[in-house]
């Protein structure tokens, strides 16, 4: 029987359904909307479609979000003051800095960019003070991802305390975040990463197995027990056709789709983990949807803190 699909576009719809009434109360007490701005350096094609999608959805929710634009070429201390002219606005509750940022700008400059956002502005959750709170398990604003990944295991009724969550990748924006969630909510919680020994054997011993690594199709039916649930965090382009035909049979749908506009989205988990797994994400609309609500969700927890 192929796996339970966690539905992350309808949890997510759920989620901005929620939040559209609370900002609407915040809006008529405060005589303003939560805000959001977003500083986006450059044109990366994918950023520019994340921050699309933000601004679209934030005015869909009733916030306000504003769009802070620099050039490719902006330096790192153009950059560090357009977030500092956020920092010091009143109207915005949330600060986000896309990332990537331009490659030119050096290998320490995100590290450099993020730290300079207010604690209380964080609506990423990189500031040290807020991983430090996560860390100690006093939480306030947290990565967007990790947060989706708890809703919909929440929404869809999935239990957590007692069982074993095995988390492949040790990212700070995925992985570890999303680690220490499940070990606070009281799951037994192992880390997996490149250099883990006998990956699958490790993995098939999870309940809930989490995979953010960035890899397409890579984990296999060999990693995943009977009736697991599966948290596949993956985005990749595939536009390699033979790379895709061994993700999706000839006469497949997705392949289909793929003949049709030459590339294909698909998550770090392969499609033959549908036979095994008890309940899976599908990517597109797993954890990705979630991504976007837990940041409004943020914005205005912000915002509410803030006054
Ligand atoms: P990342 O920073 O590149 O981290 C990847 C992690 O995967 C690293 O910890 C790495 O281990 C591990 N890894 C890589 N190859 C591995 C292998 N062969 N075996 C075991 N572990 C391996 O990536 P990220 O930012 O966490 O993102 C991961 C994926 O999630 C990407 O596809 C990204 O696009 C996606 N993502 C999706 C959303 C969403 O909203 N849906 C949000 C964020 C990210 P080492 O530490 O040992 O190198």
Not at 40 to 53: A, M, T
Not at 106 to 120: I, K, T
Not at 237 to 244: F, I, K, P, S
Not at 269 to 295: K, N, Y
Request: aromatic share 4%; glycine share 10%.
């Amino acid at each position: 029987m192929p796996a339970n699909v966690l539905d992350g576009a309808e949890v997510a719809r759920q989620t901005r359904n929620e939040l559209r009434a609370r900002v609407e109360a915040f809006t008529a007490s405060r005589k303003r909307p939560p805000g959001l701005g977003i500083v986006l350096v450059g044109h990366d094609p994918g950023s520019e479609v994340y921050v699309r999608n933000k601004l679209k959805s934030a005015g869909e929710t009733g916030l306000r979000a504003d769009l802070h634009r620099l050039p490719e070429d902006a330096s790192l201390v153009e950059v560090v003051a357009a977030v500092r002219e956020l920092n010091a606005s009143g109207v915005h509750d949330g600060i986000l800095v896309q990332s990537p940022l331009p490659a030119a700008l050096g290998p320490e400059a995100e590290q450099v960019v993020f730290d300079e956002v207010d604690p209380a502005k964080d609506v990423d959750g990189f500031h040290p003070v807020n991983v430090g709170r996560l860390v100690q398990g006093r939480p306030f604003l947290v990565p967007c991802t990790p947060l989706g990944i708890l809703e919909l295991l929440d929404r869809t009724g999935t239990p957590i305390k007692g069982r074993h969550a095995v988390v492949i990748g040790r990212s700070d924006i995925v992985g570890k975040p999303v680690a220490l969630l499940l070990l606070h909510r009281h799951a037994t919680v192992t880390i997996c990463h490149s250099r883990t020994v006998d990956l699958p054997k490790v993995a098939a011993t999870a309940d809930i197995l989490v995979v953010a690594i960035g890899r397409a199709g890579f984990v296999t039916r060999d990693f995943v027990k009977p009736g697991a649930t599966v948290i596949d965090v993956g985005m990749n382009r595939v536009d390699d056709r033979e790379q895709a035909r061994k993700l999706f049979p000839e006469g497949h749908p997705r392949l289909a789709a793929f003949d049709r506009r030459g590339s294909v989205l698909v998550g770090d988990v392969h499609p033959e983990v549908w036979e095994v797994a008890g309940a899976l994400t599908p990517v597109p609309g797993g954890v990705g949807p979630l991504t976007i609500a837990l940041l409004l969700s943020n914005t205005l927890k912000a915002a509410e803190a803030r006054s």
